[in-house]
C-alpha cells in the first residue's frame, strides 16, 4: 500500500484517484479472500471437520476487521468520482470492470454467506437432537409403547 495521504491538506486529484484504486484492489483482495474462506468453511461444515470450522470463522472474522478498517480509511478518505469524460476511455473502462468484478465477488460471498448461515442452522438442529439422544431414555423420540413387564402379566 502507499502511504496515506489523509489529513495532510496537499491532495491532488491523481493522488485521490489512486488512493481510490487502492482501496478498489483492497476490498477486492478481501472479498476474494472472503470468499475461498467462506467455501473451505463449507466443505468443513459439510464434512464435520470442527477444527476446520474453527479456522475458518478466525479467519473470517479477521476478514470482517480488515472490510470494517478498509471502509473507515474510505469515509476519511476524499471521494472521487470519475467520469468517463474526465479519467479518460481507457482508465473509465478500467475502474468500472473494476468496480463490476468487486461487485460480483461481494454478491458471490453474500451468497456464501447465505449457504452457510444455511447449513449451520441444520447442524444446530442435528446437534440437539444427539444431545437429546444422549440425555436418555427419558426424552421420547416417538409414539410412547408401553412395555409389557413380567410382573404385570405382559408377555
Known amino acids: 500500500m502507499t502511504t496515506d495521504v489523509i489529513g495532510t491538506g496537499g491532495i491532488t486529484l491523481a493522488d ?3 488512493q481510490d484504486d487502492e482501496l478498489m484492489w483492497v476490498r477486492l483482495a478481501l472479498a476474494r479472500a472472503l470468499e475461498a474462506s467462506l467455501d473451505g ?3 468443513a461444515l459439510l464434512e464435520g471437520d470442527l477444527a476446520g470450522i474453527e479456522r475458518g470463522t478466525s479467519n473470517q472474522i479477521g476478514l470482517l476487521r480488515g472490510f470494517a478498517a478498509v471502509l473507515q480509511r474510505a469515509k476519511g478518505a476524499p471521494a472521487t ?3 468517463p469524460a474526465e479519467a479518460g476511455a481507457l482508465e473509465g473502462a478500467h ?4 468496480e463490476e468484478e468487486l461487485r460480483h465477488s461481494e454478491n458471490r460471498s453474500l451468497d456464501a454467506l447465505r ?3 444455511a447449513l449451520l ?3 444446530r438442529a442435528k ?3 444427539l444431545g437429546n439422544m444422549l440425555a436418555g431414555p427419558s426424552v ?3 409414539p410412547f409403547i408401553a412395555a409389557k413387564s413380567p410382573e404385570s402379566g405382559g408377555i
Open 16 to 18: 485521490a484517484r489512486e
Open 41 to 43: 468453511s463449507r466443505k
Open 81 to 83: 468520482r470519475r467520469k
Open 95 to 98: 475502474a468500472r470492470r473494476l
Open 115 to 117: 449457504l452457510q448461515a
Open 121 to 123: 442452522v441444520r447442524a
Open 127 to 129: 446437534l440437539r437432537v
Open 140 to 142: 421420547p423420540y416417538g
